[in-house]
């Protein structure tokens, strides 16, 4: 037997004793079960799908269940992907070394609603939509509101420690989860959060381990179950969307609304021209707008409808004086309605030529700071135009910056790249790769994070993170080999088979 | 009211050009211009009630949206004219 999981360990044993623990309706071996769970809906290169197919895709309903499914896989050596709602755009989700697929959709009960600390507890294969469709009939709400609200699930935002579109407001997912049960790569069971306490916010005993064991992308285990902070929901909403004639009017606007410090300020988007561009060929809000419509941004404030109004009076001021024109209510609410969902936009792209052609989304993204958003911009477009001259397998559909904090020190950045995943081969995909390592590199030499709400294991990426992480990268190899000896969880991911070269020679 | 005729279903409006490369047949409701989705894409044939219920569910959706986040949507333009 091998020193650490490899590919091809799981054999006919293995599959009896899953099938023991699972019960054999839960252990799906057939062909499409693995092809539908082997991508998430970043571009994939479907000529090369057999390297991802898991060998067999496993449904636990407990947490015990779990805990079983990795003892085995370490007795077998097989490695374990985890896999939530699989809308993840960096690929935690996609196997490197086939073996087992553990999907957590299973683990759908909301076991808890706590009215009196305003905490619920949820399996982590709950979507947040839904859970707030019950919550709401307490009057309460989870605000963690990425781009796949209505299909994501908790543990998926556990696994890659997300970034909601209104954490400026209500923080981002590590704010929000108060705690959660773990099962760590030798399949033992354990709590990480604020101390020990499953509903506390804030403690100082012991080692802060919560934030270790978040966006490790299943490299280190599985969370199973998860107490989130709640709020009330919001009386009101308020989206107001404002046109530029430029981009740097636009830019300052920006930061002039995140630094307004309104109370209820929720976040603010930045769209560049080449986003403006984008939307006026396909987006009906934006067809009709004068061709000296350059750049939007946009802000959303959520709260109490006596604190909504003053403060959205107060940006609106803001916005006119730093040479804005507002874009009127339809626009605005629809635009921002349609920002909760933006995983059931029906995409398509355009030749060079301008025919149409289907095209998936890829979204690159970053954490950038203020300062550096316009030259950053320059450089990503730059690299994305080079790739559409060579090939019109690539389409650049612009980009947005969006605030990550309420002070407005950095901007999840993200360029919009369309890719025709049919036409795809290797010298093309070879082509995308580079220029992800180039985006990426970008971002670093900017004094940036490569990424600040998919995670970067992809390929093409991940070149880029030890330079990025320095010292602390070797720090997260060692943290690997000693909580996943065997190399069990997630194999491949993160280029952290380096820290297991002499056992997998 | 005016019968419903299947037949009347298949002949859209004629086309208004809203820009380079987007049409208008029904009001608020854009389609790509079919010169562009002649090699590598076809337009599909849709029945006129379809295309606005899908418009229409659209909009529901988004109204919907709003419900499920907060209680009232404030209006950007009552709080510019104040």
């Not at chain 1, 590919?7 to 023991?20: F, I, S, V």
């Not at chain 1, 479907?46 to 390297?51: E, N, S």
């Not at chain 1, 209505?150 to 556990?158: D, E, T």
């Not at chain 1, 995983?343 to 950038?368: F, N």
């Amino acid at each position: 037997m091998s020193a650490v999981a490899t590919p091809g360990a799981l054999d006919d044993r293995a599959l009896a004793e899953l099938a023991q623990v699972l019960g054999s309706e839960h252990l799906i071996t057939t062909k499409p079960a693995r092809m539908h769970r082997a991508r998430v809906p970043a571009p994939f290169p479907v000529h090369r799908w057999a390297d991802h197919l898991p060998d067999a895709v496993v449904l636990p309903g407990s947490t015990e269940e779990v805990a079983e499914v990795v003892r085995i896989a370490n007795r077998f050596r097989i490695p374990v992907v985890p896999r939530a709602g699989g809308t993840g755009l960096t690929d935690g989700a996609v196997p490197l070394r086939h073996g087992i697929l553990l999907d957590l959709k299973r683990l759908d009960r909301i076991h808890e609603i706590d009215l009196e600390n305003r905490t619920c507890t949820v399996g982590a294969g709950v979507n947040m939509l839904k859970l707030n469709e019950v919550l709401a009939r307490h009057g309460l709400i989870y605000p963690d509101d990425p781009a796949s609200y209505p299909c994501s699930l908790v543990g998926g935002r556990i696994g890659t420690s997300g970034w909601s579109l209104i954490g400026s407001r209500y923080g981002h997912t590590r704010d929000l989860v108060l705690s959660f049960i773990h099962v760590l790569p030798t399949g033992d069971v354990v709590r990480f959060g604020d101390g020990g306490g499953p509903k506390v916010s804030k403690s100082s005993t012991g080692y802060t381990l919560k934030p270790l064991f978040m966006g490790h992308q299943g490299t280190l285990g599985v969370a199973t179950e998860a107490t989130l902070k709640l709020y009330p929901k919001p009386e009101a909403e308020l989206s107001p969307f404002w046109a530029f004639e430029d981009y740097d009017t636009a830019h300052r606007a920006l930061r002039e609304l995140a630094w307004a410090d309104c109370a209820t300020f929720a976040g603010a988007v930045l769209f560049d021209e080449h986003k403006v561009a984008y939307l006026r060929r396909d987006d009906e809000a934006y067809i009709p707008q004068p061709e000296n419509v350059r750049a939007l941004v946009c802000a959303v404030l959520y709260g109490n409808e006596d604190e909504v109004r003053p403060g959205g009076k107060r940006l609106m001021r803001i916005a006119r004086e730093n040479g804005a024109r507002y874009l009127g209510d339809e626009i605005s609410q629809g635009d921002w309605a349609a920002r909760h969902d933006r995983y059931a936009t029906p995409l398509h792209g355009r030749t060079k030529a301008g025919q149409v052609v289907p095209m998936s989304w890829h979204c690159e993204d970053a954490a950038i700071n203020w300062t550096e958003l316009a030259a950053v911009r320059r450089e990503w477009h730059a690299i994305v135009a080079r790739l559409r001259e060579r090939s019109d397998v690539f389409d650049d559909w612009g980009m947005f910056a969006y605030t990550s904090a309420r002070t407005g020190v950095d901007y999840l950045t993200e360029i919009d790249v369309g890719i025709w995943e049919q036409e795809l081969d290797d010298e093309s995909w070879a082509m995308w790769i580079e220029a992800k390592r180039d985006i990426a590199a970008v971002a670093v030499a900017h004094g940036g994070s490569i990424s600040a709400c998919h995670g970067a294991c992809r390929e093409g990426e991940v070149d880029v993170v030890p330079d990025e992480l320095g010292g602390a990268y070797d720090v997260m190899k060692s943290l690997k080999r000693t909580l996943d000896p065997l190399n069990v969880m997630n194999p491949g991911k993160y280029g952290l088979d380096g820290s297991f070269e002499e056992d997998l020679k | 009211m005016k019968p419903f005729r299947a037949g009347e279903q298949k002949t859209p409006p004629p086309p208004q050009q809203m820009s380079d490369v987007a049409i208008m047949r029904f009001e608020h409701i854009f389609e790509v211009d079919p010169k562009l989705m002649t090699e590598h894409v076809r337009q599909q044939d849709f029945p006129n009630w379809d295309t606005q219920r899908i418009a229409a569910s659209r909009h529901d959706h988004l109204e919907w949206m709003h419900a499920h986040w907060a209680t009232v949507v404030v209006s950007g333009e009552e709080l510019a004219d104040d």
